[in-house]
């Protein structure tokens, strides 16, 4: 069976390659493994057909031969570990690597997603201030610091290019790239992987569905 990948009929980034969807796109590429993609809307993440392959209603959800799954991280795990390219056959390295795709998403991925969300949450709370802002920031730099003493002059975080890199490069996508800009070696990590051709061919496929025009609100 060819794996099917949900995604959104339509994604509220445009198709710049911000949906988590990306990520396993990208993942699916790195390994050479062809896939089919499934559509759904706002209200259809919502219905029950939906939520037997994501239970909290949101995407991507994955199937192939039987199994589904849901969070990207897991897809991508599952991925990386019953293909080769995206983990190290060395079995320390490899725990490091699953290791640094948890960094992500739990410990570098939720200060840039609340800083994110701020500009939408906040638009009519009194606690919307500059103030706030700055203060979201600078939550965000201390983990942007922190990677980027860890990473110095590396190309990759631990050895090749891995599952972790993939997840920590499209976290730091959805920062502010102001922000990263601070650590040039961060950008530089950021564009080396955005160069990878498995990544060009991933944006490729999200971005021609979604880089067109925005169709009306109802068809999302």
Do not use: C
């Amino acid at each position: 069976m060819t794996p099917i990948l949900t995604v959104f009929k339509w994604s509220p980034d445009g198709g710049s390659g911000l949906a988590r969807d990306m990520r396993v796109r990208w993942a699916l590429e790195e390994v050479g493994q062809d896939y089919e993609v499934r559509f759904v809307t706002f209200k259809q993440m919502k219905e029950p057909e939906h939520r037997a392959r994501q239970p909290f209603g949101q995407i991507p959800a994955y199937e192939e031969d039987g199994l589904r799954l849901f969070e990207s991280g897991a897809i991508i795990h599952h991925l990386a570990q019953t293909h080769p390219g995206l983990l190290p056959a060395d079995k320390a390295a490899r725990a490091r690597a699953v290791t640094w795709m948890f960094a992500a998403v739990s410990t570098v991925e939720p200060p840039i997603v609340e800083r994110e969300q701020a500009d939408f949450t906040d638009a009519d709370q009194p606690w919307k201030h500059p103030a706030r802002f700055a203060f979201l920031d600078d939550r965000i730099r201390a983990r942007l610091a922190d990677l980027s003493a860890y990473l110095g002059d590396r190309d990759w975080l631990d050895g090749d290019f891995s599952a972790g890199d993939l997840m920590m490069v499209l976290v730091l996508r959805r920062a502010d790239p102001a922000l990263v800009a601070e650590f040039p070696n961060l950008a530089a990590y950021v564009a080396r992987a955005e160069a990878r051709p498995a990544y060009q061919r991933a944006y490729a496929a999200q971005h021609a569905l979604y880089g067109g025009k925005a169709p009306p609100m109802s068809e999302w």
